[in-house]
């Protein structure tokens, strides 16, 4: 299990927060950066943050609803995307009174259709707007392209030049270049 600093920790408790009070989804947890499948939370800390009872997350476990990672020492160890399966069950069990195969049917289907939509995305962006680098481990990732960074790295070029100009040239100049820059960053 990777360490995590407090700071994160911290971080990723109000995310998950946010997941239980529907104030946001896994797609938006992922697409800022958050790694859903991170295992972080202790059962207490899951079955305190789900408002659950520890042992329902057990009971789940057992029958292969939600089966978390496991430490080397075999304690569970929940991600985001655990709890949020863990709130649509609790869901789909007490206020829509759907059977555990059922809740297990439904939980799956969704996260194949959560699948689709993130694929669908990734197609539908114009070939050339991502690049990929190197994550913290060394595995290839895919980044997203911004057009706003674009214009930043346009900007920073344009000042280099100007800084480099000589005093004489960067007075006539700069207020003009200055105008250009500005004009396609706010494009």
Known sequence: MPRVTRQVRALYEICAVAL?????NLDGADDVGFDID??????????ELADIHAQTLRQ????????????????????LRDLD??????HLSQDAGV????????LDLQEENRQLRREL???QTPAGSSVFAADADGDITE???????????????????????????????ADSKSMV???RFLD
């Open 20 to 24: 239980v009070q529907s104030r946001a």
């Open 38 to 47: 991170l295992p972080l939370f202790s059962v207490g800390r899951a079955a």
């Open 60 to 79: 789940y476990d057992r029958v292969g609803l939600i089966v978390p990672q496991r430490t080397e020492g075999g304690a569970r160890r929940y991600s």
């Open 85 to 90: 399966r863990l709130v649509h069950a609790q």
């Open 99 to 106: 059977n555990l195969a059922g809740i297990t049917r439904i």
């Open 121 to 123: 995305k990734r197609l």
């Open 143 to 173: 980044v997203q392209r911004s057009r706003q960074a674009r214009m930043w790295r346009h900007e920073i070029h344009v000042r280099t030049r100007e800084l480099s100009a000589t005093p004489q040239d960067r007075d006539e100049d």
């Open 181 to 183: 820059v500005w004009g």
